[in-house]
């Protein structure tokens, strides 16, 4: 795995480590450090997106801790499949988890019983890598419907919206004629509506 990692990532430096029961590595790229997390996760209900949520506070954590802006968390599955992903810091998630985190501490210091903090971790940005035949989905079928039927509706208004915008005076605040009203906004955007027949 180290040796995957090290393949894709030629020019990073083993900079220290972190003692704990997982492998933690501080990886360096120029003058920014990037958390480095390795993982191995059993296949059958493995997601890349459940995997970064599973794991994103131990991320944010140790980003914190370090004081790095990124995190790569590589994960082998029972499956032998390898994935890897980077994962950018969230300052505000990082607050929010360090006040939780103290908040838990407290309450095994005095005993209390701890309640839960209700911070949602943030989504992960998963790199979009498969192709998916949407063939067997219902729902696609009606919308794919939808959007064939109206395709050629659509770049007919796009294109005439075009047009009516070059058609308005540099200096009009409004223009309207033939059931279509044009508005100038403050910042210049033109905007249309349909106008009531009087």
């Known amino acids: 795995m180290s040796g995957a990692f090290a393949n894709s990532h030629s020019s990073l430096d083993r900079r220290a480590f972190i003692g704990g029961s997982d492998a933690r590595i501080i990886m360096s790229d120029d003058e920014t450090g990037a958390v480095f997390e390795a993982k191995f996760m059993l296949p059958w209900s493995f997601s890349e997106e459940g995997a970064a949520e599973k ?6 954590h140790n980003m914190w801790v370090t004081a790095s802006r990124m995190a790569v968390l590589s994960i082998i599955t029972g499956g032998g499949k390898w994935v890897e992903m980077t994962i950018p810091a969230d300052p505000l998630y990082q607050h929010l988890l360090l006040t939780a985190e103290k908040k838990f501490w407290r309450c095994v210091q005095t005993g ?4 839960l903090f209700g911070v949602e971790p943030p989504k992960p940005r998963i790199e979009a890598v498969r192709t998916v035949d949407m063939g067997a989905s219902n729902s696609w079928a009606e919308f794919a419907g939808v959007f064939c039927r109206t395709r050629a509706a659509f770049l007919d208004h796009e ?3 075009g047009e009516l915008k070059k058609l308005v005076p540099e200096d009009a605040k409004e223009a309207k004629g033939h059931g279509v009203r044009a508005k100038r906004s403050k910042s210049g955007a033109i905007s249309f509506e349909l106008q009531a027949a009087e």
Request: glycine share 0%.
């Open 112 to 115: 209390e019983t701890p309640h």
């Open 55 to 60: 794991h994103m506070a131990q991320l944010q």
């Open 159 to 161: 294109a005439a919206k």
